[in-house]
């Protein structure tokens, strides 16, 4: 079991890990923010959730954009080039290459050349758009994939093929009493659920119950799934297993000053984050983007830090989540992600189920929502 908290095995992976940093960064900075070179990822148009799909796999085929079958068709490797522009090689052959001819896009086993070399340009949404040296690569009213120039509705998620581990932090403590019974903090309800839903997408899920935050910062580079039902703040994820300091950490952005042991988002490598597919933090604040003053504080911005690390997607709350809403908003969302909807429409459902005190204005989210997180 990968996940087994133990002090010692725990020194022993921050040294993995710090060596396995040193390693990554050169990696991650190449690679455009959110990708791996060598992966493999379906590619799906967000005008209308359909996926690039090799028809046949015949030298000179048009490609297409068609229904999500989840074969080997729809599959595709983006392999970075030298010049910092990618190849993206079908699953069926890696020697047939997404290629542009005139204005289609084909599949082709010609040797890589420029009309092979795609730039993939992450947009401030979190998806991409794949630029040809004559255009943009997106589809036709007929779902035939083309090249076109100017600027068309031609947005590409990036979903990867592989399913990885899947976390929830939540917390169990008492915080005061009331005529000498005990008061208790407890946001575990939605953790079963969680991992029913996870586990059947395939995921490998893990329920943390009073972790602090070194653990959980650690896995921000290697989960796909990644959500904390506890306290927040302004810039902090809160990791509370007590009232007194010791027994609280965070994860922060590192301008903040912390009375806590805490953990700093941008002390991560750039696109450290790239496997990361969703975040969500239902603490307190930790989308906010505007001081108690009224001004804009999104340098602040838990939620956009952790995305600028490569996540491709992350959401928190602009005010006070009250516990049992929480937790039934997380329950509510991964309901929805388990029958194939999209992070927004997940996030929209769960919102308008609980907006009386987690309304849909009250989300804040940074990265791409149009992608799925079932394969």
């Not at 022993?12 to 690679?31: H, K, R």
């Not at 699953?91 to 082709?108: D, E, H, K, P, Q």
Request: charged letters at 15%; glycine letters at 8%; aromatic letters at 12%.
């Amino acid at each position: 079991m990968k996940k087994k908290v133990v002090s010692v095995v725990f020194i022993t992976m921050m040294v993995v890990i710090i060596c396995l940093s040193s390693i990554n960064v050169i990696a991650a900075s190449n690679d455009v923010l959110g990708l791996d070179s060598g992966t493999v990822y379906y590619i799906k148009n967000s005008v209308n959730n359909t996926y690039l799909t090799v028809p046949t796999l015949s030298n000179g085929t048009q490609l297409t954009a068609a229904s999500f079958t989840g074969s080997i068709a729809q599959r595709w490797i983006l392999t970075r080039q030298s010049d910092g522009k990618y190849v993206l090689a079908s699953a069926l052959n890696t020697g047939y290459r997404m290629t542009v001819s005139g204005s289609t896009g084909i599949i082709s086993n010609a040797a890589i050349s420029a009309n092979q070399k795609f730039t993939m340009d992450r947009t401030d949404g979190g998806a991409y758009n794949i630029l040809a040296s004559s255009g943009y690569v997106t589809k036709n009213n007929s779902n035939k994939i083309i090249v076109y120039s100017p600027y068309p509705s031609g947005i590409w998620s990036l979903e990867r093929v592989s399913h990885g581990d899947a976390d929830i932090y939540s917390f169990y403590f008492q915080y005061g009493s009331v005529l000498l019974i005990p008061k208790y903090y407890d946001s575990r309800g939605a953790n079963s659920t969680f991992l029913s839903k996870v586990s059947s997408m395939g995921y490998t899920g893990f329920s943390f119950v009073n972790l602090m935050a070194a653990n959980p910062y650690s896995y921000l580079k290697s989960d796909d799934i990644w959500v904390h039902h506890g306290h927040g703040n302004t810039s902090q994820i809160i990791f509370q297993k007590g009232m007194d300091s010791a027994d609280i950490s965070t994860i922060k952005i590192s301008a903040l000053p912390s009375s806590y042991t805490s953990y700093n988002i941008n002390s991560l490598a750039t696109n450290s984050l790239h496997k990361l597919r969703v975040l969500i933090t239902t603490g307190c604040y930790s989308g906010l983007t505007f001081d108690a003053s009224g001004n804009p504080t999104p340098s602040n911005n838990v939620i956009e830090a952790i995305v600028d690390r490569g996540a491709h997607c992350a959401i928190g709350f602009h005010s006070s989540v009250d516990l049992p809403e929480g937790t039934n908003w997380i329950k509510d969302f991964f309901d929805q992600i388990e029958k194939r909807k999209t992070i927004y429409e997940s996030i929209e459902h769960a919102c308008n189920r609980y907006e009386k005190t987690t309304g849909f204005k009250d989300i804040y989210w940074v990265g791409d929502i149009d992608a799925c997180l079932k394969h």
